[in-house]
């Protein structure tokens, strides 16, 4: 009987900011990438809930960027 091959572990999902997927600073994308959701459906709920909550999610997104790291 053969030995079962190990497979390496897969390394933990990380929150950063894309490169390859970034209108401003890629945060939106990051997001995107890291949930599995489509970019363009994050960035639309983005710029909704920055209409609804009176610019607060502006402020989010602008913490994110400096708070996330780069890809």
Not at 10 to 15: A, E, F, V, Y
Not at 27 to 36: E, L, M, S
Request: glycine share 10%.
């Amino acid at each position: 009987m053969s030995q079962p091959i190990h497979q390496p572990y897969n390394s933990p999902k990380r929150l950063v900011r894309s490169d390859d997927d970034a209108w401003l600073g890629g945060v939106c994308g990051g997001i995107a990438q890291y949930t599995g959701v489509d970019a363009n459906l994050i960035r639309l709920l983005v710029a909704i809930g920055a209409l609804f909550s009176f610019g607060t999610l502006v402020v989010a997104y602008i913490v994110a960027w400096v708070l996330m790291p780069k890809e």
